[in-house]
């Protein structure tokens, strides 16, 4: 088995849906954080100068979701067949689009009223109906794609969690039981359960 180190700055980021990957394969790694001063030196030698990365006998991958495609295909955790990771792949789109849009929306908006006004659209309106799309996507089990844990199920949870800090309150799952069964089915994951209890805790 090849050893595996994942490089990123001190925090959760983009990083953070390969640790739970990581974490839901039992798959042990090296969990290299970075400070912002180290950056510079590192950056003209990574694949496309930007974090994270990950180093296996010799080869250098990057791009968070390539890298979590790759382990989850390595740990079974991409889906049966083509249809399933066609449907994972789905899923995590959707992430990336759900993640995007409250990036360039409200987290870099300067305007502090404007923030505050986006942001209630976001909560109140995009992600409740948004949720109701996902919710008819998973299965009454809480899968996504199959009947077993994939990384489309992990990949909900990783960007729920990472935007709820920026929000006065969490996002809500009322009324999306089938959202709330993914959560349930990957929080109970063993490896992730252990992650989640003593992963470090960082400002980001």
Known sequence: MPSYKLTYFNGRGTAEIVRLVFAAAGTEYEDVRLEQDQWPELKPNTPMGQLPILE???????????????IAKLAGLAGKTPLDQARVDMVMDGMVDMGNKF???IYYEKDE??????????VEKYVPQFFSS????????????????T???????NMVTMV????????????FPNLEKVVDN???NPGIAKWLK?????PY
């Open 56 to 70: 296996m006998d010799g080869t250098m991958l990057c791009q968070s979701n390539s890298i979590a495609r790759y």
């Open 103 to 105: 990036a360039y929306e």
């Open 113 to 122: 009223d404007k923030k505050a006004e986006k942001k209630k659209d976001y």
């Open 134 to 149: 996902l919710n008819k996507l998973a299965s009454d089990g809480g899968y996504f794609a199959g009947d077993e844990l």
């Open 151 to 157: 990384l489309a199920d992990i990949a909900f949870y």
């Open 164 to 175: 709820n800090p920026y929000l006065e309150q969490p996002l809500s799952l009322d009324g």
């Open 186 to 188: 990957v929080t109970s």
């Open 198 to 202: 003593e992963r470090p805790e960082t």
